[in-house]
Structures are given as structure tokens and as C-alpha cells.
């Protein structure tokens, strides 16, 4: 996998955005807040899905063994 850091990167960005709207619920943030953070996670995963699909596939991946 070419990105290997850049994916391994946003997905540890995910994961700390995800604590941040568990301690914003702790807090009673309002919900523009917590949608506003969600739709920034959001963008996050269509950014890696595209980086997914970029990838080349494997041998494997186009004629899967079964």
C-alpha cells in the first residue's frame, strides 16, 4: 500500500474526533457543534475511501481463491 502513513494518519485523526464528540456529549455541546464535527469525519472517510479506490489492486483482490 503506497499510503500506508497518510491512511494510518486520518484514521487516527477519526479516532480523536470521534473522543472529541463523546466529551462534547459530556458536555452538552449544541448540536450545530456535534453535527458540524460529524460532517468533518465524514469528509475524512470519503478522503480515505477515495485513497482506496485509487490503489491498485492485487492478484488476488481481482481473482479471489475460493
Avoid at 468533518?40 to 479471489?64: A, C, F, Q, T, W
Wanted: aromatic fraction near 4%.
Amino acid at each position: 500500500m503506497r499510503n500506508r502513513e497518510l491512511l494510518t494518519h486520518r484514521l487516527e485523526q477519526i479516532e480523536g474526533r470521534l473522543k472529541g464528540l463523546t466529551l462534547m456529549v459530556s458536555r452538552g455541546e449544541s448540536v450545530r457543534n456535534f453535527r458540524s464535527e460529524i460532517s468533518k469525519i465524514e469528509n475524512i472517510v470519503d478522503e480515505l475511501k477515495g485513497y482506496i479506490e485509487r490503489e491498485p489492486m492485487s492478484p488476488g483482490e481481482i481473482n479471489p481463491i475460493k
